[in-house]
């Protein structure tokens, strides 16, 4: 976090230069909950010299991946108001829990119910960085635009699989197996350039409502899930949307400081393809479908000079 409050500080040092003295200035700091998943499901058309007889056009999916997000996360900001209207800002957050979520692998082969299924603890390490501005074109309302990047890294231990997952004959659940240790590391990494309209209004001299939402038609996913026990990994490129909303109160006292209470949601959808290899040596590419869906609620103070 030392860095990346240097870092900060430069950028807002620079974003100053030649703004008027009226300007002001603001930094931030917080503590947040982050809870969701970040999900990816294979299916559809497999190719490649290492498909052999199994390539093809398969149903969408034949393999689905949920991570959970549960962690709690730090953030510090900062940016600068000028010109009257306009707002330029800069956030930073980053994990300090690794969370208690889990992993849910289901395997598709003849229906819709998973053959074959597993649950892993998974434990993630996360940041995320947002740059933004937005100009006041009426009296409460505003427009901008800005780039948010959001970087989970996973690893994923301690397996429980039932294989297969169903006896249709007996009607019942079959017994599973336990695999101790690390299986799986997965990372993937959200691009998300974005659209804005928001609105903002006071309740009093000091309490004022913020809300906004955001949109981005260009959302890049690249993720990468290394199966570390068989040697095999896939690297997917995605592309497609995301839908970003938020609300945020926030109360002014005397002088500079200010603390605000802060919701926000994002959705993102993306498709595109998945290339796995064996041995560094490319064998076959799938089509992949990547989503999130995450809620973040934070606590914020913050001083204005």
Same mark, same amino acid.
């Given at each position: 976090?030392?860095?990346?409050?240097?870092?900060?500080?430069?950028?807002?040092?620079?974003?100053?230069?030649?703004?008027?003295?009226?300007?002001?200035?603001?930094?931030?700091?917080?503590?947040?909950?982050?809870?969701?998943?970040?999900?990816?499901?294979?299916?559809?058309?497999?190719?490649?010299?290492?498909?052999?007889?199994?390539?093809?056009?398969?149903?969408?999916?034949?393999?689905?991946?949920?991570?959970?997000?549960?962690?709690?996360?730090?953030?510090?900001?900062?940016?600068?108001?000028?010109?009257?209207?306009?707002?330029?800002?800069?956030?930073?957050?980053?994990?300090?829990?690794?969370?208690?979520?889990?992993?849910?692998?289901?395997?598709?082969?003849?229906?819709?119910?998973?053959?074959?299924?597993?649950?892993?603890?998974?434990?993630?390490?996360?940041?995320?960085?947002?740059?933004?501005?937005?100009?006041?074109?009426?009296?409460?309302?505003?427009?901008?635009?800005?780039?948010?990047?959001?970087?989970?890294?996973?690893?994923?231990?301690?397996?429980?699989?039932?294989?297969?997952?169903?006896?249709?004959? +007996?009607?019942? @659940?079959? %017994?599973?197996?336990? /695999?101790?240790? *690390?299986?799986? !590391?997965?990372?993937? $990494? &959200?691009?998300? =350039?974005?659209?804005?309209?928001?609105?903002?209004?006071?309740?009093?001299?000091?309490?004022?409502?913020?809300?906004?939402?955001?949109?981005?038609?260009?959302?890049?996913?690249?993720?990468?899930?290394?199966?570390?026990?068989? +040697?095999?990994? @896939?690297? %997917?490129?995605?592309? /497609?949307?995301? *839908?970003?909303? !938020?609300?945020?109160? $926030? &109360?002014?006292? =005397?002088?500079?400081?200010?603390?605000?209470?802060?919701?926000?949601?994002?959705?993102?959808?993306?498709?595109?393809?998945?290339?796995?290899?064996?041995?560094?040596?490319?064998?076959?590419?799938?089509?992949?479908?990547?989503?999130?869906?995450?809620?973040?609620?934070?606590?914020?103070?913050?001083?204005?000079?």
């Amino acid at each position: 976090m030392r860095n990346i409050f240097f870092i900060l500080v430069i950028v807002i040092t620079v974003a100053s230069v030649g703004i008027s003295e009226g300007a002001e200035r603001y930094v931030t700091t917080g503590i947040g909950k982050l809870q969701g998943d970040t999900t990816y499901r294979i299916g559809g058309r497999i190719y490649g010299p290492g498909s052999g007889i199994g390539a093809g056009d398969y149903p969408f999916p034949i393999s689905e991946l949920e991570f959970d997000i549960n962690i709690y996360m730090l953030s510090l900001g900062g940016g600068v108001k000028f010109a009257n209207d306009w707002d330029f800002s800069l956030t930073f957050k980053k994990s300090f829990t690794s969370g208690d979520g889990n992993l849910k692998d289901s395997d598709y082969m003849n229906s819709s119910i998973p053959d074959i299924y597993s649950e892993s603890d998974a434990q993630l390490d996360a940041w995320s960085a947002d740059i933004n501005l937005n100009y006041r074109f009426l009296e409460g309302l505003y427009a901008g635009i800005g780039y948010l990047y959001q970087n989970f890294d996973y690893d994923v231990r301690d397996f429980r699989q039932w294989y297969p997952l169903w006896d249709y004959a +007996a009607g019942e @659940s079959i %017994g599973g197996i336990y /695999g101790p240790g *690390l299986g799986i !590391t997965y990372d993937v $990494r &959200y691009h998300i =350039p974005y659209l804005e309209i928001g609105a903002k209004g006071h309740i009093s001299d000091e309490i004022s409502i913020d809300t906004n939402l955001r949109y981005s038609p260009m959302v890049v996913a690249k993720d990468r899930d290394n199966h570390v026990a068989r +040697a095999i990994y @896939s690297a %997917g490129d995605c592309k /497609g949307h995301a *839908l970003l909303w !938020t609300l945020k109160g $926030r &109360y002014d006292f =005397p002088k500079n400081w200010f603390m605000s209470l802060e919701f926000d949601y994002t959705r993102i959808n993306t498709s595109g393809d998945s290339k796995n290899y064996i041995n560094e040596e490319w064998q076959w590419t799938i089509d992949q479908e990547t989503e999130s869906s995450q809620m973040y609620f934070t606590f914020m103070a913050g001083y204005r000079f």
